[in-house]
């Protein structure tokens, strides 16, 4: 009996030294087969379900980086037509705007204009929606009655000075340059005043370093030049679809359509 | 005839003698289970040494079976002591009684954590209590008990002086005053690389992998060369030791932030919204097997964690002391006009896995090849169509041949390939923008030749390649670093009382020269209570790669530049030791000076009409400090875990440039019992920061002066502690269940640094709880056996 027990417990412990090599070997080939379709998914399947993007995308970086610290991209949004397409200041100069009505909205970096206040002799002007909802709005009769139009102003809105431009301010007023230094590591690049839409300077917030350009995903209205018609604009993102890994954008993608009369 | 009948006699006289014997034998033949106390499960694999003498000389040894059963014949004696040992269990000794043919045993478990062995103090394995550097044992068990989810947490919650915090570039490790830099951490006493200002990818280390975490402070450079200035954190994998050993576990936490809601495909940041949500949940596996002469250990882990803002609510205020700026007449408080926006803590999701392999062919020769693979992805919270994903793998093997039983000699390689790249979240390419490769063929030899000496003298080549683009250009360019190193030990225990380590590490490079660092500690134990520790050492730190070579422009705003002329920074490093323990009560006091001289900093400095960041061998610095640890069994079911820490850090020219507090404490109170078939933990522990000051280089308008000059604001961040409490319930030590509730007290910070590049915060999202089950697998197949 007692041999039978041994024998018993023998064969037992075969079967399971057998079970458990077995189960060994399934079990590591089991997570190599794991890792290796959870490294597939996290490295090469990455899932790339997004839609294209359907909106409009800048057509250059405009801004501090160009050189120039007012370097304003125009858009006629009546015509479609734009200013300043491949350059700075080239169709219209810093100043000449003013007198214009042939331009509805603006943009240099992530601040915009519209055609009013000090900005432009014409109508323009924003109001905010509010957060998301852009396809809800289609017609001018949804805009609220009450809107206050907020228009241009020239005391409210910085810009990021160019190297250039801060350079030759330090040489017209004769000040120091290892004192003035146009980058500080605690304070960011210089920066002025310009005249610019104080309203739409919320549609993106910039924080940094690391930069981070927050849209604020709000839709807003901007009435025309002529102040006859009615553009909802919706900034989405600092990068456009196609920019290159490491690319420091600027080519700002967003949303823009005309309301319904 | 005669003959015959004399032949058959003593065969006859033979047979008899053998039976006598035989059944002598049988009777000595002896039957023990080792059950553990309280659950009463067997204890599998223990070690079982006997011997026919108190002394235990000239012992036999033998293991358990998976029923905890081991059978074995008393010596000729017919005295039989006992000594039974096994991992995380207080050690049994006894005697066995004439005529007891079964005797069950009851193992105690190891609470008071003073039967560890532990390697890193002096390369070569000895219990805690006997090493003459003091080391401090973290058990990985007891950490996962403890309801921690990953290391970054369990460190900092159990080690005192210990802190993580988030900084501009991610994780910033900090201990005794010292930053990453001079922390060295070790998987299985080997180097990884991959590393940001010191800090690697903590997210690499398995907590479920984890036999034990040792770790020495101080300068530990003779034997593990550069970068061990401050402290070795050294990560001792499991290794099975049972003939199978499975266990499989998931966490679920909840989430920390919800940024969005209702995402679509039409989203433009469709991949960055779903990324930035994703569960707090990990899953893993261990397992490993023994047969025979094969030892195999397997783990793999994969977890995901979900990314949150922290929000400042009050503006930025930055004080510029007339201490730290002796031109101003006063302090200057400046506030800014604008908000602080929210700091994103990155979301990440990773698998790794690790392989070891051991053959032991002969009781002279042992060998392993191991390897193990990483990949990650960090889901940052920035907006830029891009994400992180870097990827490890390491790779090694090691052989040890007994020549002689006083003489061994050790080979191994070890190596670490580590990538870091940029995904495009709306197209499927990504970009290769960091490399970097470590290899490291090391020679040790062991002799005990010389009674009471166990000598250990070794020789390692170390091999960094790194590949970026910040070198030239922005191109991707390749710098390297040779060294070779020598180093020798000898652990002298004079007598039960007296223990002496001297050691020396000589390095050669062709870009530093030679150094030499020697170490000397010292250990006297008057008694099994008390133990007196001194300890001098000399570290060093070799610049590494990017202090050398870096030359980034950051688009034209400031430069990052390496220097190629740094040297080496060394430090000396004293200190004095007292430790008292008993079953109950353990007590360690250290008090220590370290002492740096061409300490390494960057410093931000302007000409070519910009600021650039420059690294020198700038400064002495001096830390002194002390540390408390203690752990008391209070009862039988319930222990205190407590340690202080201080540390105070010279300052230069009225400057503190370091961004430790000088206060750390850590708590914990842990509760436990243990029935037939089931138990039940319960833990509740508690970090503290004191409160931190220091300063950042700035820029201040001067008003008397009509000019900005180079300054100093005071950064203050508060003091804080976090609570974390968990229970955790095993059943029929099948299934073991955890629910805990970490920050229970929900913390959250208010002030998330000063200036615009000082975040200095621990990475909380406020309280949030988490379910754990952990399956046994192995004693599920035992039962089911059964």
Redesign the interface.
């Known amino acids: 009996m007692k041999k039978t027990n041994v024998m018993n417990s023998k064969i037992?412990?075969n079967r399971?030294?057998h079970?458990?090599?077995y189960?060994?070997g399934r079990?590591?080939l089991t997570?190599?087969c794991?890792?290796i379709s959870?490294?597939l998914l996290?490295?090469g399947c990455?899932?790339?379900?997004?839609?294209e993007?359907?909106?409009k995308i800048l057509p250059r970086v405009s801004g501090y980086?160009t050189g120039v610290t007012n370097d304003w991209l125009y858009f006629n949004l009546r015509t479609g037509e734009v200013f300043n397409r491949t350059m700075p200041n080239r169709d219209i100069s810093e100043g000449d705007q003013k007198e214009r009505t042939d331009w509805d909205l603006a943009f240099c970096g992530y601040r915009l204009r519209t055609n009013s206040g000090t900005s432009g002799i014409g109508q323009g002007g924003a109001i905010d929606l509010g957060y998301g909802t852009y396809d809800k709005w289609t017609s001018v009769s949804q805009l609220p009655a009450n809107a206050e139009w907020i228009v241009d102003t020239d005391t409210d809105v910085y810009v990021t000075m160019s190297?250039n431009d801060w350079?030759k301010y330090l040489i017209e007023h004769n000040l120091?340059?290892?004192?003035?230094?146009?980058?500080?590591?605690?304070?960011?690049?210089q920066k002025t005043l310009t005249s610019a839409n104080r309203l739409l300077a919320n549609s993106m917030?910039f924080?940094?370093?690391?930069p981070?350009?927050?849209?604020s995903f709000h839709t807003y209205v901007v009435r025309s030049a002529d102040g006859g018609r009615y553009f909802k604009l919706q900034i989405?993102?600092?990068?456009n679809?196609n920019?290159e890994?490491?690319d420091?954008?600027g080519q700002i993608?967003y949303y823009c359509d005309e309301l319904q009369p | 005839m005669i003959i015959k009948i004399e032949t058959g006699r003593k065969i006859f006289s033979l047979f008899l003698l053998l039976f006598v014997c035989l059944n002598v034998m049988a009777d000595r033949t002896v039957r023990l289970t080792i059950l553990e106390k309280g659950t009463r499960q067997p204890v599998i694999a223990a070690n079982v040494e006997y011997a026919g003498n108190e002394k235990m000389e000239k012992s036999s040894f033998t293991v358990t079976d998976i029923n905890g059963i081991v059978t074995f014949t008393i010596p000729q004696t017919g005295v039989c002591h006992y000594r039974i040992s096994s991992m995380g269990f207080v050690p049994l000794t006894g005697i066995i009684d004439r005529g007891t043919k079964e005797l069950t045993l009851y193992l105690d478990q190891d609470v008071m954590g003073l039967n560890e062995i532990v390697v890193t103090g002096s390369r070569t394995a000895r219990p805690m209590k006997l090493s003459p550097v003091a080391t401090q044992v973290l058990s990985g068990q007891s950490l996962v008990n403890a309801g921690y989810g990953n290391l970054q947490q369990a460190l900092q919650q159990e080690t005192p002086g210990l802190n993580i915090q988030k900084v501009g570039f991610g994780n910033e490790i900090s201990m005794q005053g010292l930053d990453a830099r001079h922390v060295l951490f070790l998987m299985d006493g080997e180097r990884m690389t991959g590393d940001m200002a010191g800090n690697l990818d903590y997210e690499r280390f398995n907590l479920h992998a984890l036999d034990r975490i040792e770790i020495v402070k101080g300068a530990s450079s003779t034997l593990y060369g550069s970068r061990a200035a401050g402290a070795v954190i050294n990560l001792i994998t499991k290794k099975a030791t049972k003939p199978l050993r499975v266990e499989a576990g998931v966490r679920y936490g909840q989430m920390n932030e919800r940024n969005y809601k209702d995402i679509s495909k039409k989203d433009f940041q469709y991949m960055f919204e779903k990324n930035v949500d994703r569960p707090n949940l990990q899953s893993w596996v261990s397992a490993g097997a023994r047969s025979g002469k094969f030892t195999s250990q397997t783990d793999v882990w994969y977890s995901v964690s979900d990314g949150f803002y922290l929000y400042q609510e009050e503006n930025d205020r930055k004080v510029y002391t007339k201490e730290a700026n002796p031109f101003l007449d006063e302090d200057i408080i400046i506030r800014s006009y604008m908000p602080r926006p929210p700091m994103g803590i990155e979301g990440s999701e990773h698998v790794s896995a690790s392989q070891k392999l051991y053959w032991d062919p002969s009781d002279r020769l042992t060998m392993q090849v191991y390897g193990s693979l990483f990949f990650m992805n960090t889901y940052d919270m920035i907006q830029d169509l891009v994400f992180s994903q870097s990827r490890d793998f390491t790779g090694g093997a090691k052989a040890t041949y007994k020549i002689k039983d006083w003489f061994s000699v050790t080979a191994g390689l070890h190596t670490d390939f580590y990538d870091r790249f940029k995904r495009h979240e709306r197209r499927d390419e990504r970009q290769k923008v960091y490399k970097s490769r470590i290899l490291q063929p090391r020679l040790t030899i062991t002799s005990h030749y010389f009674e009471g000496h166990d000598l250990i003298f070794g020789v390692e080549h170390f091999t960094d390649d790194l590949t970026s683009d910040r070198f030239v250009n922005r191109e991707m360019t390749t710098r390297s670093l040779k060294e070779t190193e020598y180093f020798l030990q000898d652990e002298w225990t004079i007598n039960p009382r007296w223990m002496i380590s001297t050691g020396v590490r000589t390095n050669f490079s062709r870009v530093f020269g030679f150094m030499g660092m020697p170490k000397i500690a010292a250990k006297y134990s008057p008694d099994e209570q008390w133990s007196f520790r001194a300890n001098y050492s000399m570290g060093y730190r070799s610049p590494s790669i990017k202090e050398l070579f870096f030359n980034w422009d950051h688009l034209g705003m400031f430069q990052i530049k390496g220097n190629e002329y740094l040297q080496p920074e060394k430090n000396n490093y004293i200190s004095l030791g007292s430790e008292y323990s008993n079953d109950r009560l353990f007590l360690s006091g250290t008090l220590y000076g370290n002492y740096f001289r061409d300490k390494i900093e960057g410093v931000w400095r302007i000409y070519d009409m910009q600021y650039n960041f420059e690294y020198m061998n700038l400064s002495r610095q001096r830390l002194l400090g002390g540390e408390v640890l203690a752990r008391w069994r209070m009862f039988d079911f319930m222990t205190l875990n407590a340690t202080y820490s201080y540390v105070d850090v010279s300052k230069r020219d009225g400057v503190q440039i370091s961004t430790s507090s000088p206060h750390a404490a850590t708590a914990g109170l842990e509760y436990r019992l243990r029935k037939p078939r089931y138990r039940l933990t319960g833990n509740f522990n508690m970090s503290f920061m004191g409160e931190k000051t220091f300063d950042v280089q700035d820029r201040v308008y001067v008003e008397s002066e009509g000019r900005t000059r180079d300054a100093y604001f005071r950064c203050e961040l508060p003091a804080y502690a976090l609570f974390n409490a968990s229970v955790s319930q095993t059943f029929n030590n099948m299934v073991k269940v955890t629910l805990g509730v970490d920050n229970i007290f929900n913390y959250q910070p208010k002030t998330l640094g000063s200036g615009v590049t000082m975040f200095n915060i621990p990475a909380t999202a406020g309280a949030r709880a988490h379910l754990q089950v952990e399956l046994m697998i192995e004693e599920m197949i035992r039962v089911f056996k059964k």
Not at chain 1, 212 to 215: D, E, G, R, S, W
Not at chain 1, 236 to 239: E, F, L
């Open positions: 037992k412990s399971l030294i079970i458990f090599r189960l060994h079990m590591v997570a190599v794991g890792i959870v490294s996290i490295t990455v899932d790339y379900g997004a839609e993007f359907t909106g980086t190297q350079n120091d340059f290892k004192d003035n230094p146009w980058f500080d590591p605690n304070n960011g690049p917030e924080s940094g370093p690391p981070v350009y927050l849209p989405i993102s600092w990068y679809t920019t890994i490491g420091t954008g993608s």
